[in-house]
Structure formats: structure tokens, C-alpha cells
């Protein structure tokens, strides 16, 4: 079946620092990959997005690059800010039929000191 | 326009007593499905509605576990006879026929005491 491994955290970093977040995937076939954000109180929000290979996804300074032969899809920020502090999920969508339901990593905790 | 809502967005039980949650995706989505997270478990996928078709119920982790959608859009998720190990955040998430990106609500955090 589908499974999404996330490199373990939490993760403490002070502001300006280069984050990276690790993810690996299994699935057969094309999935589309994606970069979840909670924040602090707050619902599950999509990032960033790729849906084949060698797409790079970006938005807030994130960016992600989906590498088939890997089969990864690291999150990568140049300079972390405080606001960044936050849960990160990588998840996939394999269609089966018209479903697209997502299988998640078990979520990387962000928090970036000032 | 308006987010995917979740009511109530906090839900204390006893042992034993059925709950209903409410799911209000966005408006003209047509794919619906329910998640679960859980300290366990992380996120994981519960059921899912696409339009008139019948639900994949695959994730629901027992019989105690049922979901309805009523006119294509609103959704409730029902379970009986409530259990400790229910406690979690139920999120609701929709999306467009054939689109990938789903849209989440806040989420219903329900304590089974």
C-alpha cells in the first residue's frame, strides 16, 4: 500500500537558519505529492503541491522538488522565520477511481527561535 | 468565499454515548472525506463522498463508525457507543470532482471521557 515516512522531529531553529524536512514515499505508479502546514490552533492548510516528476512546488519561501528515482519529497526553506514555527505533513494522493483520499507522515514539529 | 466548516469544534462525551459531527465543505465541491487525528495514529483517511456515488468507507476503523451525506453537500459523522480511543480531532476536508488539492475545516476535538 501507500505509505509517507517523515524524517522525525522536533526540529528547533533559530531565525534565518536553512530548514530541510526529509519525506519519502511508496506508491505504485504517479502520485501526486503534497506539503501540509498546521499552525498553532489552527486547521491543516495545503503549502505546496507537485503532481509529477521533477515538479518543484513553492509558496512562502518553501519549496519542494518531486524526484522520482528517490522517491522523495524534501521541504526545503533558505531562511526560517518565527511565524514558520508550525507542524509540517507530507502526505500523497494516489487516485483509485475518482478518490484521491491522502496518506499522511506522522508530521514533522517546527519551532524557530528569534 | 467561505471554508470548509466543522461543527462543534469541541465535543466532550461519556463512554457509551453516540456523537454527531457536521461537515459543511465548500460550496460546489463534489468530493468529501473525513479524517482522523490521533496521537497514535497520526492522520488518517476515514470515508470518502463523490458526488452521488457510493461512499468508499474503507478507512472507518469499526461498525460503530457510519457517515452520511445529505444533497451532496452537507456531512455527518456518526459514532455509537462512544470509546476512549475515539478521542481525536475529526477533520473534514472537500475538494472539486478529479482535483487533487483538498481544502480543510478547523476540525471537531472530541474527548471521550
Same mark, same amino acid.
Given at each position: ?58 509558496? &512562502? ?6 524526484? &522520482? ?24 494522493? &494516489? ?20 | ?113
Amino acid at each position: 500500500g501507500n505509505s509517507v515516512t517523515q524524517m522525525e522531529g522536533p526540529v528547533t531553529l533559530s531565525e534565518e537558519a536553512f530548514l530541510t524536512i526529509n519525506c519519502t514515499y511508496t506508491a505504485t505508479g504517479y502520485p501526486s505529492l503534497f506539503w501540509y502546514v498546521q499552525y498553532p490552533g489552527e486547521g491543516l492548510q495545503l503549502l505546496l503541491k507537485a503532481t509529477k516528476a521533477d515538479d518543484k512546488g513553492s509558496n &512562502k519561501g518553501f519549496e519542494a522538488t518531486y524526484r &522520482k528515482e528517490t522517491t522523495s519529497f524534501h521541504l526545503e526553506k533558505g531562511s526560517v522565520q518565527v511565524s514558520d514555527s508550525a507542524v509540517y505533513f507530507c502526505a500523497l494522493s &494516489k487516485s483509485s477511481g475518482s478518490a484521491r483520499q491522502l496518506t499522511f507522515g506522522s508530521g514533522t514539529q517546527l519551532t524557530v527561535l528569534p | 468565499g467561505a471554508g470548509v466548516s466543522q461543527s462543534p469544534s469541541n465535543k466532550v462525551t461519556e463512554k457509551g454515548k453516540d456523537v454527531e459531527l457536521r461537515c459543511d465543505p465548500i460550496s460546489g465541491h463534489t468530493a468529501l472525506y473525513w479524517y482522523r487525528q490521533s496521537l497514535g495514529q497520526g492522520l488518517e483517511f476515514l470515508i470518502y463522498f463523490q458526488g452521488n456515488s457510493a461512499p468508499d468507507k474503507s478507512g472507518l476503523p469499526s461498525d460503530r463508525f457510519s457517515a452520511e451525506r445529505t444533497g451532496g453537500s452537507v456531512s455527518t459523522l456518526t459514532i455509537q457507543r462512544t470509546q476512549q480511543e475515539d478521542s481525536a480531532v475529526y477533520l473534514c476536508a472537500s475538494s472539486d470532482w478529479g482535483a487533487d488539492t483538498q481544502y480543510f475545516g478547523p476540525g471537531t476535538r472530541l474527548t471521550v471521557l
